[in-house]
């Protein structure tokens, strides 16, 4: 399986895309770096994929992912539901331009 290092150790990267997979599902929209976006699109298909069984389990698996009960509430409640029929393609990703400070290329990420 392929995925993005980031130049972080697994630890840090696995809480990186934690926090940032709590904010987007929380906001619905976020800015980060495109790397980052393309990866996060990535886990969050994964979650809505999950959250659509609407089952105990699927409600426990990622509860033990993102360890944020009111996300977790919310992805099952209100974004799962909407997104029923559909089989991919939860998110949208817009390239803003490069970053001021260090000219990192930036991202919007958003639910469609």
Do not use: C, W
């Not at 298909?45 to 698996?61: C, D, E, F, W, Y």
């Not at 209100?78 to 001021?100: H, L, M, Q, S, V």
């Amino acid at each position: 399986m392929f995925y993005r290092k980031l130049s972080r150790n697994t630890g840090n990267r696995k809480a990186l895309f934690r926090s940032i997979l709590v904010s987007f599902f929380r906001y619905g929209r976020i800015e980060t770096t495109i790397a980052k976006a393309k990866e996060v699109a990535k886990h969050s298909a994964n979650m809505i994929s999950v959250a659509q069984k609407a089952t105990l389990a699927a409600r426990r698996q990622v509860i033990a992912e993102l360890q944020d009960e009111e996300v977790v509430t919310k992805l099952f409640d209100e974004i799962a539901p909407k997104y029923k029929d559909r089989k991919g393609g939860f998110t949208r990703i817009y390239r803003k331009g490069p970053r001021r400070g260090d000219a990192a290329e930036m991202a919007i990420i958003e639910l469609i």
